[in-house]
């Protein structure tokens, strides 16, 4: 049972203005409101600030000094990049930037095709599937466990263990709180014993994956504990299977909305790489990130407080009108691109090269094997239960070969 109050779960609780599954479904007009009417407000029930203009979300993550990334940690939950400060965070951060080198993400390419042509290839007869469950949830699962070297049978125990970490309660009662709380310090648990054992056996093995090269690493002459190489390890699988799918799941919903732009990729595909990055901007995985005060300061025209929380919408500054023309059209030739999808400054996403890569290979792939994707008739989309990861749980299409 959990005894800690609320507070330290602010981030995981809904926006009450996000009260249907519709809205939470086409959540952008009430951003869109929120921008002109409250562009930055106190919300008592969640006890933080909201942001929601591009120029204050991007005032906020710019400044790590007047905005910390160290919040009240979760119960068990441990420290990682994402919740560190300068100096510590330049230290872990140069470390695993090694890990993931450019040349590192980009041989992956012919791998992570090969994995995308077999997932298709089980499917593609049945001019029938759900992206989400046959195609978005294993792609960036399967890539993510080779990459760290774990086995690949394992997989579905990856999938249960991320949506866990990424989950927050729906109806937002106490019982359902404490219910997705206890849910979160199970999961932990589990992932920390299962990391544990992987680490006890690549400590007497040599290996090239992931997590024997971080076991290899120094900073400053120092190696990294295993508590650290195990966090770092669940921080991937949090940060990288749920955001990817629904980067994956998100574009194919955007295609099946404009039947012309997915005859016009499968021509030029040399376009997918743009239409990626509007994608991250139209329909962003990760809709909110989370800060803390750490003294006085005036955002917006509003007094915070040192130790107040601040939630940045990086999905309504996506559509900022000062920033973006026509925000809520979606336009592939959209130059520049200055979304904050994959955060901003000194947290801007580690993993972005990947994500890229895999959110471009799946769509290059899909588009070379199947022709008229459809969403099936019928379909209600449901939002994933989660109140900062923006997509949907299933996506049943039908196609042509
Ligand atoms: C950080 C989004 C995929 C690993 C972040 C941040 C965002 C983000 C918004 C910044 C958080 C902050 O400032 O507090 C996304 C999206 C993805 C994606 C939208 C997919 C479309 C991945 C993948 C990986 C990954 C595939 C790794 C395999 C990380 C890590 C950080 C991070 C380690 C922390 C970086 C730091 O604190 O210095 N991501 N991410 N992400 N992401 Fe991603």
Redesign the pocket.
């Known amino acids: 049972m959990v005894t800690e109050g609320k507070d330290r779960y602010a981030n995981i609780i809904p926006i009450a203005e996000l009260d249907s599954a519709e809205k939470r479904i086409h959540p952008f007009p009430v951003y869109n409101r929120l921008r002109q009417t409250t562009p930055v407000r106190y919300d008592e029930t969640r006890s933080c600030w909201d942001v929601f203009r591009y120029d204050d979300v991007h005032a906020v993550?710019k400044d790590p000094a007047a905005f910390s990334?160290r919040r009240a940690l979760a119960v068990r939950e441990k420290e990682t990049?994402?919740t560190m400060d300068p100096p510590r965070?330049n230290q872990m951060?140069s470390l695993v930037n090694k890990a993931f080198t450019p040349k590192v993400v980009n041989d992956l390419g012919p791998r992570i095709a090969a994995i995308t042509d077999e997932l298709l290839d089980s499917v593609l007869s049945q001019g029938r599937m759900d992206i989400v469950h046959d195609f978005a949830v294993p792609l960036?699962v399967i890539v993510?466990a080779e990459l760290l070297g774990v086995p690949p049978e394992d997989r579905h125990l990856f999938k249960e263990w991320s949506d866990v970490l990424v989950k927050g309660p729906e109806q937002n009662t106490d019982e359902e709180f404490r219910q997705v709380i206890d849910e979160k310090i199970k999961a932990t648990d589990e992932l920390t014993a299962y990391f544990t054992k992987i680490i006890s056996q690549r400590r007497t093995e040599t290996a090239e994956d992931l997590i024997s090269i971080l076991l290899r690493s120094e900073i400053e002459g120092q190696k990294l504990s295993d508590e650290e190489v195990i966090s770092f390890s669940i921080?991937?699988l949090a940060?990288?299977n749920e955001?990817?799918t629904n980067?994956i799941t998100n574009g194919v919903r955007r295609l099946t909305e404009d039947p012309q732009l997915q005859q016009r990729l499968s021509q030029t595909p040399e376009d997918i790489p743009a239409f990626i990055e509007e994608v991250?901007r139209y329909y962003?995985?990760?809709q909110a990130?989370g800060r803390v005060a750490t003294r006085d300061i005036e955002i917006g025209g509003q007094r915070i407080k040192a130790g107040d929380q601040v939630v940045s919408w990086?999905a309504s500054a996506n559509r900022d009108e000062t920033k973006f023309d026509n925000p809520d059209q979606f336009i592939l030739e959209r130059k520049p691109n200055s979304h904050l999808?994959?955060?901003f400054g000194?947290?801007?996403?580690?993993?972005?090269p990947?994500?890229r890569l895999e959110?471009q290979i799946a769509i290059r792939k899909m588009m070379e094997r199947m022709k008229e994707i459809q969403l099936q008739s019928g379909i209600q989309l449901t939002p994933i239960p989660s109140p900062f990861v923006y997509g949907v749980k299933e996506f049943p299409v039908s196609f042509r070969t």
């Not at 000194?346 to 972005?352: E, K, S, Y």
């Open positions: 993550l990334s990049i994402l965070h951060r960036p993510i921080l991937l940060a990288g955001t990817t980067l991250l962003p995985p990760v990130i990086v999808s994959f955060g000194i947290h801007f996403c580690l993993g972005a990947l994500a959110g």
